[in-house]
DNA sequence: GAGGAGTGATTGTCAGATAATCTTACCGAT
DNA sequence: ATCGGTAAGATTATCTGACAATCACTCCTC
C-alpha cells in the first residue's frame, strides 16, 4: 500500500524545475539541463519531464529551441493573459463588481499621474494625441480601440507595471459585456476623456477623480441585463 | 523554404481544443473527447494531443481524471497567481512600485469597506478579532503571517474579487523583500490597524485613507537596499 | 433488491526510434 | 591566413506501441 502520490507526477516535476531555476538563481535566458539529463536526475522517463517542460513553457516559465535546448523564459504577460482572458466566458464575475475594480485602478492612479505630467509634458501631448484621434474617427470599431487604448495609456502614465497588468487583466474580462456598451454615450465620452486630461493638466487631481468615477460607472446602467448569480 | 509551421504542433492542438470548447458551448464540468478521439480527428498522434492537453490543464482550463476522461476545467485563480508568481524572482519590479500598487489597491476599497461594514457587523468583528490576535502574538513569524491575513481581509471586506486577486498577485511579488522588512515597526503597526479599523468603523473614510497610506508607505524606507536596474 | 466482482474505457507512464533543427568544428578554396 | 560551406554532434519534436492504474458501469450472486 502507498500513499501514492495525491500529486501527479508532472505536478512534481513542473515544481522541482522550478525549484532547480530558483534555487541556482538562473536569470531569463540561462539554459537547463536537457530533457535527457532531467529525466535521468529526477529517476523517471524523458517524456514526464517532456509534459512538464511544455506546461512550463506555455506559462512562458521556460523557452526551448529545438536543437537548443531548454532556457528559463522572459516574462510574458501577454500569454498568462490571453490564456486567462479565454475563461472570461466561463467565470460569472458581477459586472458590478468589475466596474468598481475598474474605478480604484484608474482613480487610484490619478494623483500619480498628474504627478508625472507636471514633470513630463510628453505625457500629455500623447493623450491629447489619443483624443484628436477619437473625434477624428467615426466608426464604432475604432472608437472602441480608441477607448481601450485611452484608458490604457492612463494606466501606462502612471508608471506603475504592475497596476498596467491588472488593467489588462480587468479588460479581458471586460470584452465579455462589450457589445452591451456601444450603444452608450459616445461623444459624451470623448468630452469626458478631454475634461479628464484638462484637469489633471492643471493638476486637480480631486476634480479629475470625481470625472473619472462618474465617466466609469456611467457604464453601470447599461450593462447587466441581468446577472445570474445562483 | 519553408514559412511553415512557425507555431508549434501543440500549440495549434490547444489552440483547436480551446476553440472546441467555445463553439460546443461546453461548460466547466462538461466533458471533451477522449485522447484518442482528438488524436484521431486533429490527424496527429495521441502524444502531441497529450502535451497540449497537459498545458491545458496546468492552466486549469481543462481537467482529466484517471479512468474518467477529459472534463473543461472551473476557473482557478489560485493556480495562475502560483505560477505568475514564480516570476517574481526573475522579473525586477521596482520595489517603490510595488509599494505605490498596494496603496492604490488599499486605499481603493476602504469607500466599499466602510459601506460594507455599515451593512455588515460581521465583518468589523471579523478584523477586529485580528487585531486581538495581534496583540496576542509574541513570534516574529506569527506576526508576519497575521499581518499578510489582515490587508489580506481589507481587501475582501470590500467584497470585489478581483481587487483581492489583485492583492494576492502582489503580495506574491512582496514575498521577495519579505525579510528586510521585519525589523520595522511592530507595535507601530498593531496600532495602525488598530486605528484603521476604528476609523472605518466610525465611517471616517477619508482619515482612514491617509492612516493606511502613511502605514504602507513606512516601509518605503526600510525596504529597498538597492535596486540593480539595467 | 442489494452488494460485490468483473469488464471495458480512459488516462498515466514507459521504452525506443526517427525526423527536424541548431551549434560547433573542421576542411577546403581563395 | 581568412572566409565560407559542409559535416558531425547534440537536442528537441514527434511518432509508434505497449503496459499499468484508475474509474464507471454492468452483471452476477446471494
Same sequence: chains 1, 2.
Avoid: C
Wanted: charged share 30%; net charge neutral.
Amino acid at each position: 500500500m502507498k500513499i501514492v502520490p495525491r500529486t501527479k507526477m508532472r505536478d512534481q516535476v513542473a515544481q522541482q524545475i522550478k525549484e532547480y531555476i530558483l534555487t541556482n538563481q538562473l536569470a531569463p535566458g540561462d539554459r537547463l539541463p536537457t530533457e535527457s539529463q532531467l529525466a535521468e536526475s529526477f529517476g523517471i522517463s524523458r517524456l514526464s519531464v517532456r509534459e512538464a517542460t511544455k506546461a512550463l513553457e506555455f506559462l512562458g516559465i521556460v523557452e526551448s529551441k529545438t536543437g537548443v535546448g531548454l532556457t528559463v523564459g522572459r516574462i510574458d504577460m501577454d500569454r498568462i493573459v490571453e490564456h486567462l482572458g479565454f475563461h472570461s466566458g466561463l467565470m460569472d464575475v458581477d459586472p458590478e463588481q468589475l466596474i468598481d475594480s475598474r474605478v480604484i485602478l484608474e482613480t487610484g492612479v490619478l494623483p500619480y499621474v498628474a504627478q508625472r505630467i507636471a514633470n513630463d509634458p510628453m505625457i500629455e501631448s500623447g493623450l491629447r494625441e489619443l483624443i484628436d484621434r477619437f473625434r477624428a474617427t467615426r466608426e464604432l470599431k475604432t472608437w472602441i480601440a480608441l477607448d481601450i487604448e485611452f484608458h490604457r495609456s492612463l494606466l501606462e502614465a502612471s508608471g506603475l507595471q504592475p497596476i498596467v497588468a491588472f488593467g489588462d487583466l480587468l479588460h479581458v474580462f471586460f470584452r465579455r459585456f462589450r457589445d452591451s456598451v456601444k450603444q452608450g454615450g459616445w461623444k459624451q465620452g470623448i468630452e469626458s476623456h478631454a475634461r479628464l486630461v484638462d484637469l489633471l493638466a492643471a493638476g486637480n487631481v480631486a476634480k479629475a477623480t470625481i470625472e473619472l468615477r462618474n465617466h466609469i460607472e456611467s457604464h453601470k446602467e447599461r450593462m447587466p441585463p441581468r446577472s445570474r448569480r445562483s
